[in-house]
């Protein structure tokens, strides 16, 4: 075992000594934050296949911890006893914790362990939206003083791979514009309200007797977790932290419009579009404009029903990217469920453990717009 120091701030001060990790070499130990549908994925899969999730080049993966509010529970739920902790804070201090996985969700805990790992020195794999576009530029900071990796694919379209191509394999391009269909939730409501000719209130009272639906719905509804994930995306593609609350996400006019989200779409604005051929869809877009400017929105737009982005239904994702010179490429699949988006944390794991470092690596520091 290296030695490293204990020292564990949630600021950006400097650390006092920790040995660098190696890529190669010893298993890295992970300690994984929250055990519900998307880390008991993780948890199983490390605990079930970790053997398999080794790179040619990568470090072996062990899982040292597993941090949850509800012991008994997660136990009865056949997670492996003497891991479980209800002591997140800890298992992140821990001196022999080499990388943090963190999936509860929410804004704190999550950030202040986050940013104390990193500033550890000790990598983090997130899937929490909220936490990257809300504390982005703080995060990178630490990450970045502190020579530590942060990876965050499982934030943005879930199993879909997005962020790390935009980063590594379109890096020779100049980014134009992002657009897609973000949020699974929105889609499924607007999909059903397509396809049965039912009212918002109706479907949205099925989406959450089904389970597709938070009993707070506003996040997705309104809009807030779409543009989470743009703010991401827009890291990536136009190398700078987008303020949330400064994205789009009211129509001054159109389907929905003064009502944020999908909040103001009704039966009669489905049937209006489709007597166009066209199809109501959340879409996320951000552009760079002439002047070099990011323009930046989540609204309900009307697209051509046979377009991609209109075939785009249930709880599916599609992001499309324009880039010079590549012109136009689009990923789809999955954007969420414990499985799918399990392949993206495991994936950024796999990736810590070959060294490859954060999402961002090889891109410059972001600036803020
Ligand atoms: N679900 C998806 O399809 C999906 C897709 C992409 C990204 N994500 C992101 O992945 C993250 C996890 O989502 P999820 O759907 O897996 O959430 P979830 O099912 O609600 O699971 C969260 C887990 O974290 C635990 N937890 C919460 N606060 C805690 C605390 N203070 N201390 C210890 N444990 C705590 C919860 O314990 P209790 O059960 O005891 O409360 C639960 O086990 C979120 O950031 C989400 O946005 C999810």
Known sequence: MKERSATIRADDSPVTSRSPMSPRGRALRIAVLGAGTVGGEVVRALVERGSELVAADGAPLELAGIAVRDIARARAAGLPAELLTDAPAHLVAADDTDVVVELMGGDEPAHTLIAAALAAGKAVVSANKHVIAHHGPELEAIARRTGAALRFEAAVGGGVPVLGPLATELAANRVTAVRGIVNGTTNYILSAMSDEGREYADVLAAAQAAGYAEADPRGDVEGHDAVNKL???????????????????????????????????????????????????????????????????????????????????????????????????????????????????????????????????????????
Do not use: C, Q, Y
């Not at 991609?308 to 954007?335: H, K, M, Q, Y």
């Not at 796999?350 to 891109?363: D, F, H, M």
């Open 231 to 369: 703010v991401i995306l827009a890291r990536l593609a136009f190398g700078v932290w987008l303020d949330p609350a400064t994205v789009t996400t009211i129509a001054i006019d159109g389907p929905g419009a003064a009502r944020p989200g999908i909040t103001g779409i009704g039966a009669a604005d489905i049937a209006s579009a489709a007597a166009l051929g066209r199809t109501i869809k959340l879409v996320a877009d951000a552009r760079r404009d002439d002047e070099g400017s990011i323009l930046a929105s989540v609204l309900p737009t009307a697209v051509p029903t046979e377009s991609a982005l209109g075939r785009t239904s249930g709880v599916l994702n599609r992001i499309e990217i324009d880039g010079e010179p590549v012109g136009t490429v689009a990923f789809s699949g999955p954007g969420a469920g414990g499985p799918a988006t399990s392949s993206a944390v495991l994936a950024d794991l796999i990736a810590i453990a070959r060294g490859l470092g954060s999402t961002w690596a090889g891109l410059p520091p972001a600036g803020a717009a």
